[in-house]
């Protein structure tokens, strides 16, 4: 009586979970055929080229354009600045807290940047309009700092919890022997972090760079709070810049449903998407080479 | 035995990790230009013994050391001695082979670049400590394969030869054999009897076959403490004390 209760027990938890295992892909699948249904739905009102030539982003009105250039530029734009930033000191962090910290400071150190990761985005923007921009305007003399430095700093802190995290277990999980080795040919800990624990661990930290990249790409309210989101081209990184995901967010609850411009929007995510997921499959790449490795 | 030089010496060595207490009072000497065998049950302390003089413990911040190091008429933990120079002089063969995950050539180059020798010279010294490893005939066709990629003997011999590019006095070695087969086992060994005519070595091993095929003196350590030591012969037909006797008859450890 008792055995056959467990039994049933055991069979609908593992119809369960079962169930929502296959729901995941189920959402993920049915994301992404909404996207490119919407998205053929809008390349029958323009055409793919307009959309990756035109140079200008301006739905709506007789004179609409619906070039998806500025956007990207923009997107890449604050990406590339984030990752500027972010890369060196996320790298340099992870090193000392891996191979200069006391064990004490270390175990203060981790939870904290673990702490900055869980900072809601919206706050991150208020940074961004409070200090950051204001900062940015004293310093270059301009009316106000809304623009793509403002973004690039604001993404830099966001991703920096994930890039320092991940070096820091990528160089934390080589094998004591790597540094004992360096060390014994005479190797001071410098040397052995540039010439040899860097290199061994470099697929871990590109997959470290991968998420943070990802992050940042995919962040909207910072964005939208700190750039300024003019829909001019790009000029570089004191002017207002528009990246996608800000589009999206501004125009979204706006556009009337079912016209080129709405179907434009989810062309654009598509876009986005398609763009997340290469780097996110690029990050994934390296872990796993990474794990290979350490096996060997 | 005849007239011998000391080399290396370590007297009075107190030794704690953390409040673990795990050499007691050691003072050994280690005869220059012949293989000394420290053997002893596990956790008996010879391979922390074998890691202070080339202080690998400066790594561990819980270690604590008392007592003095001597190379020669150097004291090993002198402040002004740098403990890079220490290591140049004082090489070390660890228990896993650790070759670098880079080419052959690359892991013994990357020693030499790091103590400075000029890149001109390069090229001759690490084929000759290749030559000196006996890895030359098996490496040569195929300089730039990734070390990680030989067999675990080849890549035992490889960290030698790395080792022995560097010219050092004194080699340590912390149980170099236990990780390899049989074949590989008797290279290595072999190779340790040839670099005893340059070279004071000095090696941590389980194996008491392996201690007598190699080491013409011998250490039998317990508990932290130095028990006795002598001639590999006497050690292990003649021993003096009965808690050695035990031991190298194998009735415990």
């Known amino acids: 009586m008792k055995l056959a209760a467990r039994e049933a027990i055991d069979r609908f938890v593992k119809i369960l979970f079962r169930t929502t295992g296959l729901l995941v892909i189920g959402i993920l699948g049915g994301i992404f055929i909404m996207l490119l249904w919407n998205t053929v739905s809008f390349f029958l009102h323009i055409k793919p080229l307009d959309f990756f030539t035109a140079n200008q982003w301006n739905p709506g009105g007789h004179h609409a354009s619906y070039g998806i250039l500025p956007l990207m530029v923009s997107t890449s734009l604050v990406t590339l600045g984030a990752m500027l930033i972010a890369i060196p000191l996320g790298i340099g962090t992870a090193a000392f807290m891996s191979e200069y910290a006391s064990k004490r400071l270390r175990n203060i150190l981790k939870p904290m940047i673990e702490m900055l990761a869980a900072v809601p985005s919206v706050a991150i923007g208020f940074l961004g309009i409070v200090i950051v921009g204001p900062e940015i305007a004293k310093l270059t003399h301009q009316a106000n700092g809304l623009n793509a430095l403002n973004g690039a700093v604001l993404l830099a802190i966001m991703a920096l919890p994930t890039i320092i995290t991940v070096t820091e277990d990528a160089l934390q999980a080589l094998p004591s022997t790597y540094r004992e080795a360096s060390y014994s040919v005479g190797a001071n800990r410098w040397q052995t972090l540039r010439k040899v624990i860097i290199p061994s661990a470099a697929p871990g930290i590109i997959a470290a760079i991968m998420l943070g990249v990802g992050r940042a790409i995919g962040e909207t309210m910072t964005v939208l709070m700190a750039t300024g989101n003019a829909s001019a081209f790009p000029k570089g990184f004191f002017h207002s810049v528009r990246t996608i995901t800000a589009t999206i967010a501004i125009e979204m609850g706006e556009v009337p449903y079912q016209t080129t411009h709405y179907y434009a929007l989810f062309a654009i995510a598509a876009v986005l998407f398609i763009i997340t997921l290469l780097v996110n499959l690029a990050g994934e790449y390296f872990v796993n080479r990474y794990r290979k490795y350490q096996a060997a | ?253």
């Not at chain 2, 009075?12 to 990790?17: D, E, K």
């Not at chain 2, 090993?76 to 070390?92: A, C, E, I, P």
């Not at chain 2, 004194?170 to 670099?195: F, N, Y």
Request: glycine share 6%.
């Open chain 2, 1 to 253: 035995m005849s007239e011998e030089i000391i080399k290396l010496s370590a007297q009075g060595i107190n030794l704690w990790f953390g409040n673990k207490q795990v050499l007691k009072n050691v003072s050994v000497t280690f005869p220059e230009r012949k293989v000394t065998a420290l053997i002893g049950p596990s956790g008996c302390g010879k391979s922390t013994l074998l890691r202070c003089f080339n202080r690998m413990h400066d790594l561990s911040p819980d270690a604590r050391i008392e007592g003095k190091f001597m190379l020669e008429n150097q004291d090993l933990y002198d402040k002004k001695v740098s403990v890079t120079q220490v290591r140049k002089r004082v090489g070390m063969v660890f228990q896993k082979a650790n070759p670098f995950p880079k080419g052959i050539y690359e892991n013994i180059n990357y020693g030499l670049k790091i103590n400075d020798v000029p890149s001109k010279e390069r090229p001759g010294i690490i084929e000759q400590a290749l030559k000196e490893s006996y890895l030359w005939e098996e490496v040569k066709d195929d300089l730039k394969k990734p070390a990680t990629r030989m067999s675990g003997g080849q890549q035992q011999r490889l960290c030698i030869a790395r080792t022995v590019a560097l010219r050092p006095e004194v080699i340590l070695m912390d149980e170099p054999c236990s990780a390899l087969d049989p074949i590989s086992t008797r290279k290595v060994e072999e190779l340790i009897v040839q670099l005893k005519e340059q070279y004071t070595i000095v090696i941590v091993t389980h194996n008491m076959q392996q201690a007598q095929r190699v080491a013409d003196k011998t250490i039998f350590m317990y508990l932290g403490e130095v028990v006795e030591e002598g001639n590999t012969n006497d050690i292990f037909n003649n021993p003096v004390k009965e808690l050695t006797k035990n031991y190298v008859s194998g009735h415990f450890g």
